[in-house]
């Protein structure tokens, strides 16, 4: 059958059944109904049904697409939000019917139905999205075997994947990650460091909500040709919304499962998902853990979490810093210092990281405002940006940098006197925090202030590398930076954590959980 005669045949298929699902959708109910359905029908089987009836209409959409031109994500994008919409449509007609009532849980039944038939199709007759890039399934240093990262970020402002990456590579395996550049205008290959970045556009922003599922599946509709053309011997998660593609592109190439927990991705959703989509990815988190080869994760405290969720083998990889990246020549500085305006003796407290509201910036920058004592320096980007920006404004004494480039980071750190590192207990996912934060500071051989929670606090607690404070107020703060200006707190001993959280630490545990992968 000709391209145009198969179009034609998977249109009329398309619209005709399209018109029959209208139909049998705006038919009465109740006594007015020409169709007396069977009571015994349940409505659980009623949900089936339109599981099913909307899946055959995406099938028909797509295969109508396919037959007419090369579908591209966009246009998998957009026959979804059709079909979706479609089915809201005649969904909320219903309320004009006789007989009949707009129901959520069939609206969401479409949905579902719409999603199973896209799955489908991807399955069993490809997309054939074609990804235009010099890509071979040999990386630079190709050895002991080719590994595929998978991240939902564009990999050069990820210290973890790039760390991680660069380790795999020098003990020879081939490593290539894919990542999701969603402000590019093509997609890129990079060389660096012996390993591979493969960077895919896909025009999004973070911060979506519910409407975000639908770029990542096309990122995850652009990343499988390339997985499958690497033809990875194991793949490499990075947190939960790239598993189930990973745990998808396992099974159909043979490959061993590696899933990377950056953080409790979905405690890390409460506040910006609605519950029920948190609950969501409990449920994905649950059943796709156990299911992975080598999981992962942070700190110890994830760790228990995941074993507790059946996880096979799990191992702690913290974002460990190497002490020599945080030693620069006393002239380079005080050249620094004097950058920053850290003049007068003071003492330099410092905090460059997300300016999230969680993370009690504002009580900080109360108890140190005014203060001819110390120095406050703020580098980031985020919700509170503004409010250091007044407050930097208002106190010759606070400097904020704005966004900082990671290759400065170290050398400020090493300027400063003490880190801060503030979060609000009551959110879900600091139970589990262990942020790069502490660790550099760490490795600088600077105390850190935070408050009591998560691994960091027993961390601060069992190594005495800082300080807790109550950073809920101004008060709290200034209690804490009290302790840490006694001339004993800026002089604590620094080897004993950085023996235990060195960065050829972490490469020996990642290397070991490969050889067991």
């Not at 049904?49 to 579908?71: F, P």
């Not at 059709?82 to 069939?106: K, M, N, V, Y």
């Not at 409790?264 to 506040?271: L, Q, S, T």
């Not at 990281?353 to 406050?376: H, K, T, W, Y």
Request: net charge positive.
């Amino acid at each position: 059958m000709s391209r145009r005669r198969s179009a034609r045949f998977w249109s009329g298929c398309l619209l005709a059944y399209a018109i029959l699902l209208a139909a049998v959708s705006l038919l009465p109910g109740g006594d007015a109904a020409p169709l007396k359905w069977d009571s015994s029908i349940t409505p659980t089987m009623q949900d089936i049904g339109h599981v099913l009836a909307y899946a055959i209409l995406a099938l028909l959409a797509l295969g109508m697409a396919r037959a007419s031109h090369r579908l591209s994500v966009a246009g998998v994008v957009l026959i979804f939000v059709a079909c979706c919409g479609l089915g809201a449509l005649l969904e909320a007609g219903q309320w004009f019917i006789p007989g009949r009532t707009c129901s959520p849980s069939d609206a969401l039944a479409n949905v579902a139905g719409v999603a199973a038939g896209t799955l489908f199709f991807w399955a069993f007759r490809g997309f054939r999205i074609h990804v235009d890039l010099p890509i071979t399934q040999d990386a630079p240093g190709a050895g002991k075997a080719r590994v595929c990262m998978l991240v939902t970020n564009d990999v050069v402002d990820d210290p973890r994947v790039l760390f991680e990456a660069e380790a795999l590579a020098q003990a020879g395996y081939a490593v290539t990650v894919i990542g999701w550049d969603r402000t590019a205008d093509a997609d890129h290959v990079l060389d660096r460091n012996g390993f591979r970045i493969v960077q895919l556009k896909l025009r999004s922003t973070h911060g979506r909500g519910l409407t975000q599922p639908f770029f990542l599946a096309g990122f995850w509709l652009r990343a499988w040709p390339v997985v499958r053309q690497i033809n990875p011997q194991v793949i490499h998660c990075h947190d939960l919304d790239t598993l189930p593609l990973g745990r998808w592109a396992s099974r159909r190439l043979g490959a061993k499962l590696v899933f990377d927990a950056h953080e409790n991705f979905p405690d890390m959703m409460v506040g910006h998902l609605p519950t029920f989509a948190v609950n969501c990815l409990r449920r994905v988190e649950r059943r796709l853990a156990p299911r992975c080869d080598t999981l992962i994760t942070v700190g110890e405290l994830l760790a228990e979490f995941y074993r507790s969720l059946g996880a096979r083998r799990v191992v702690v990889v913290g974002n460990w810093k190497d002490p020599a990246d945080f030693k620069f020549p006393p002239e380079e500085i005080a050249r620094t210092r004097a950058e920053l305006g850290i003049h007068n003796g003071r003492l330099a407290v410092c905090y460059i990281a997300n300016l999230g509201r969680e993370r009690r910036i504002e009580p900080l920058l109360q108890a140190v405002g005014g203060d001819s004592r110390f120095m406050c320096v703020i580098g980031g980007d985020g919700p509170q940006a503004d409010l250091v920006r007044q407050y930097a404004a208002r106190h010759d004494n606070i400097r904020y940098l704005g966004r900082v480039p990671p290759r400065d980071v170290p050398r400020i750190t090493a300027a400063c006197d003490i880190l801060y590192y503030g979060f609000d207990e009551t959110n879900p996912n600091a139970r589990w925090s262990a942020p790069n934060k502490l660790f550099e500071a760490i490795a600088a051989g600077k105390p850190i202030l935070t408050g009591d929670f998560g691994e960091i606090g027993d961390t601060v607690r069992k190594t005495g590398c800082g300080a807790i404070a109550d950073t809920r107020d101004a008060e709290g703060i200034a209690q804490g930076l009290a302790k840490l200006t006694d001339p004993d707190g800026l002089k604590y001993c620094t080897h004993p954590a950085q023996d235990l959280y060195s960065r050829r630490e972490a490469v020996r545990r990642l290397i070991g959980a490969y050889a067991k992968t």
